[in-house]
């Protein structure tokens, strides 16, 4: 249960740090208490985080400004900041003394008011894209894998002789009405005068589930692989986005969308 702000007050011995005006009201630097034996401090901030964690080694670099929290500006991300120099400072570089641009720090536990050394670290773009969180709108719990759900309609339904005895392709337009499009009728006209019997029929196709793995690479070509909704599906789904991972690295760019975009076999 969080602390009341009476709890937070100058007076209680729990909290330290701090500068205090006259009228006993707490002015710039943050106030801190020690958990766990005195390892970890809490500090207080302003802003939607109320708190951050650090290590009790750290309290006396962290005084030396004053810290507040805000989100980005999607809102999906807290950061805790202050100003040194004229120039923004975020916390979790300043702890692991990080400042080159090319090198992100990253939240190992995805809590970024967890600032201890033991839960940051210097890696590069690609493995931070890694440790990302999940998108809001995803319901499978695993990055780049999303369930397709394709419900069953009405269709036109072509089918064509291969050359081989007994062998059909197919293909299928969606039907919306009783005219045929123009591109069922072109197909079929194509396939006759090839000397391939064709039979053109209305048919409804069945409901589809099946999990999709999805990456899109550097040069912006789309790899789409499909796999079937089961236990073993979603594994082979998964082994393959840790292969794609390990070998490229490249995880900017995944989406809940990926267009029409197969690179074969």
Known sequence: MAESKRDLSPQRTLWQGGHYDKRG???????????????????????????????????????????????????RYLNITTISSGKKLILSRFIMNCYDRSIDVDHISGNR???????????????NLRNRKLNQ????????IRKCVKPAEQVWRLRWETG??????????????????????CMQKECESAGRSTMLYQTETKECVRWIFS???????????????????????????????????????LRKEYGDGIIPD
């Open 137 to 144: 709108n995803n319901k499978t719990s695993y990055n780049g």
């Open 215 to 253: 990456a899109v690479w550097e040069n912006g070509k789309v790899m789409k692989r499909n796999f079937p909704y089961t236990e073993s599906g979603l594994e082979k789904a998964l082994a393959l986005r840790d292969v794609v991972y390990e070998r490229t690295g490249n995880k900017n760019g």
């Open 25 to 75: 009201k707490r002015t710039l630097k943050n106030q801190y208490r020690l958990l766990e034996g005195g390892a970890i401090a809490e500090v207080l901030c302003s802003g939607p985080a109320g708190s951050f964690f650090i290590d009790a080694t750290d309290i006396e670099r962290v005084q030396e400004f004053t810290w507040c929290s805000s989100l980005s500006a999607d809102k």
């Open 164 to 185: 081989k005895p007994g062998q059909y392709k197919y293909r299928t337009w969606s039907r919306t009405d009783d005219v045929i499009p123009e591109a069922v009728l």
């Open 113 to 127: 008011r967890k600032n201890q050394q033991a839960n940051l670290r210097c890696v590069s773009r690609q493995k």
